[in-house]
C-alpha cells in the first residue's frame, strides 16, 4: 500500500471507523454517551489496524502515529495559550478543523462541557494506534527486520511521550483554568441547582440543623399548610427565613420532609422553598410565592410589577453590609465611595491611584437583577457602571452565549457582595473586605448606621395579600421574637441593641 494512502488512513479513516461505530453504539442505546468514546473509537483502532496488518508497513504507521500525536500536542497547547483555554474562542475552531474525523463528538460534547473528553478520546486513538503498530510490528518480525538499534528504533516513541506529556500539562494547566471555569462563580451545585452554597443543615427538617432557635415559645404560631404563606428568597437569606418557619409554622418540619420523599418538585420545599432573587420575584408576581425576602427589588423589577398592575409592600426587616473585598494581599484596606465608583465607571484602572502596587484593577460585576448587582446600581447613582467584563459559554440549545464574568481571586481582583455572603457563609475565599469612607462593614457599625453602605433587608409581598397571615409574618419580623432572629442568623437588626 502506498504511504500516502497509509496517512490518510492512518490520520482520518481508522478514527472515522471508530466514530462511526460510536455513533451507531449510541444510536442503538447500546453505549452512553461520553466516555464511551473514549473506549469505544480506540478499541475499533486496535481492530483495524489488526485487520489490515498485512497491508500496512507497521513501522511506518507507528511513526506516522508519533507524527500526529506531536503535531496535534503542540497544535492544542499554542491554540488553547490564545484561547486562554476556551473551546468557545475562534482559534478553537482551527484544532477542531485540524481533528475533522473527531468533528461529530466534538460537537456533542460541547453541548455538555465535556470537550475534555473528546481531547482524551482523540489522543488516546492515536497513542493506541502508535502502540497497536509498535506491537504488531514485533509480534510479525517487521520490526527486528529495521536496521536500527532498538534505542534508535524507540526514539520516536520517547520523543512522543516527552511532547505530549509537556504539552499536555500545559494544555490542561489552560483548559481546566477557562473562564468558563474562572469566572463562573461558585457555581450551582445544591438545592436543585440553584444554590452555590450547601443548605442541607439549613432545611428545617435537618437532623444536624444550624438554624437558630429561640430560647422560648413566639406569640405567632401558624397551624395548617393553607394558611402559612410560601416563602422564597435570596440565597442568603435561606438561613434567615427558615429559621422563621421553624419558630412560626407549626409542624413545617413534618410537612417539607414528607413533600421532599413523595414529590420531586419539592426538592426545594413546598411552603419554606428556595429559587433565588430573580426567579423568586417572579414567583411572587406570579401568586406562587407570599413572601420575598432578600435586598430591595430593582427599578426594573418595579417597573415588571406595575406593568402588571401589581402593588408591592417592601418592609425593612433587618441590615445589612453591601461590601467590597480584594485578595489578602493587597495593601489597600480603604477607598472613598468617591474611589469605588470612579473605578467602576472605569475612570480609575490601576491601584497606584489609591495607594496601592501598580497593578491593573480587574473590577468584577454580578449578573443583572441580582440582589447584589441591583444594590450596586443604586450605590453608582448617577454615574455610570462600566461593562462588565464577560465570558462565552455554549447554552443548552448549542448557541454561544455571554455571561458576566464573576469575582476570581488574582492579582488585582476587586468584587462586591453582602457581608453575610462573605463572612457567614464564606462564599469568597482569601480575601479581605475594604472599609469605604475609613468605617469598616463591622455588625456594629451596620446597626449604628455608621457603615455607609448599609442596606435594608427586606421582605417583600404583594400589597393587601388576601391571606391574614402575610400581615402577620410582617408584623413578626419587626417583633423582638424577629428581630432576635434576624440578629442570632448573622444580619444586623433595625436598631442596636441595648
Known amino acids: 500500500m502506498k504511504k500516502w494512502i497509509q496517512v490518510l488512513l492512518i490520520y482520518a479513516g481508522i478514527p472515522l471507523a471508530g466514530v462511526i461505530a460510536w455513533l451507531i453504539l449510541i444510536i442503538t442505546e447500546s453505549l452512553l454517551q461520553g466516555w464511551g468514546l473514549v473506549i469505544i473509537i480506540p478499541l475499533v483502532t486496535v481492530l483495524m489496524y489488526f485487520l489490515l496488518r498485512d497491508v500496512f508497513d507497521l513501522f511506518f504507521a507507528a511513526k506516522v502515529n508519533a507524527c500526529i500525536l506531536i503535531v496535534l500536542s503542540i497544535v492544542l497547547a499554542i491554540v488553547l495559550h490564545i484561547s486562554t483555554g476556551s473551546t468557545n474562542h475562534p482559534a478553537f475552531f482551527a484544532f477542531r478543523i485540524l481533528t475533522f474525523p473527531f468533528l461529530i463528538p466534538s460537537a456533542a460534547m460541547q453541548l455538555y ?94 437532623q444536624n440543623s444550624k438554624l437558630v432557635r429561640l430560647d422560648h415559645e413566639p406569640d405567632l404560631s401558624i397551624i395548617g399548610e393553607k394558611n402559612m404563606p410560601v416563602m422564597d428568597g435570596a440565597e442568603a437569606c435561606y438561613p434567615l427565613y427558615a429559621a422563621v418557619a421553624k419558630a412560626v409554622y407549626r409542624d413545617i418540619d413534618r410537612i417539607e420532609s414528607e413533600a421532599a420523599k413523595t414529590d420531586a418538585q419539592y426538592v426545594n420545599g413546598k411552603i419554606v422553598t428556595f429559587t433565588n432573587t430573580v426567579i423568586g420575584f417572579s414567583r411572587l408576581l406570579d401568586r406562587e410565592v407570599d413572601l420575598l425576602f432578600g435586598a430591595r427589588p430593582s427599578k426594573s423589577q418595579f417597573d415588571t410589577a406595575k406593568s402588571r398592575e401589581i402593588e408591592l409592600t417592601v418592609t425593612p426587616i433587618g441590615r445589612e453590609a453591601f461590601v467590597f473585598f480584594v485578595e489578602n494581599d ?76 464573576q469575582f476570581t481571586n488574582e492579582g488585582g481582583a476587586m468584587g462586591y457582595s453582602f457581608r453575610y455572603f462573605v463572612e457567614e457563609l464564606s462564599q469568597e475565599k482569601n480575601v479581605k473586605l475594604l472599609s469605604v469612607d475609613g468605617i469598616a462593614p463591622t455588625l456594629e457599625n451596620i446597626e449604628n448606621g455608621s457603615y455607609p453602605l448599609t442596606v435594608d433587608l427586606c421582605l417583600t409581598t404583594r400589597a393587601n395579600d388576601p391571606n391574614p397571615y402575610v400581615q402577620k409574618m410582617i408584623d413578626f419580623m419587626l417583633s423582638e421574637d424577629g428581630q432576635q432572629i434576624v440578629r442570632k442568623t448573622g444580619y444586623a437588626g433595625l436598631a442596636a441593641t441595648n
Open 113 to 206: 462541557d465535556a470537550v475534555y473528553i473528546v481531547l482524551a478520546g482523540i489522543f488516546a486513538t492515536y497513542t493506541v494506534g502508535l502502540a497497536a503498530c509498535l506491537v504488531l510490528s514485533r509480534m510479525t518480525g517487521e520490526l527486528d527486520s529495521v536496521s536500527q538499534s532498538l534505542p534508535r528504533k524507540l526514539l520516536p516513541l520517547l520523543i512522543t511521550a516527552a511532547v505530549v506529556l509537556l504539552c499536555g500539562a500545559l494544555s490542561a494547566k489552560q483548559y481546566f483554568n477557562r473562564p468558563e471555569v474562572r469566572y463562573a462563580g461558585h457555581g450551582f451545585d445544591y438545592m436543585h441547582g440553584y444554590s452555590s452554597t450547601d443548605f442541607t443543615d439549613y432545611t428545617v427538617y435537618s
Open 330 to 405: 493587597n495593601p489597600v484596606d480603604n477607598l472613598t465611595s468617591e474611589q469605588i465608583r470612579a473605578i467602576y465607571h472605569g475612570e480609575i484602572k490601576n491601584w497606584k491611584e489609591v495607594g496601592g502596587k501598580n497593578q491593573a484593577i480587574k473590577a468584577f460585576q454580578r449578573p443583572k437583577d441580582s440582589g447584589s448587582q441591583s444594590m450596586m446600581e443604586y450605590f453608582m447613582g448617577d454615574v455610570s457602571l462600566m461593562e462588565p467584563n464577560t465570558y462565552e459559554v455554549v447554552d443548552a440549545m448549542g448557541g454561544v452565549i455571554d455571561k458576566v464574568a
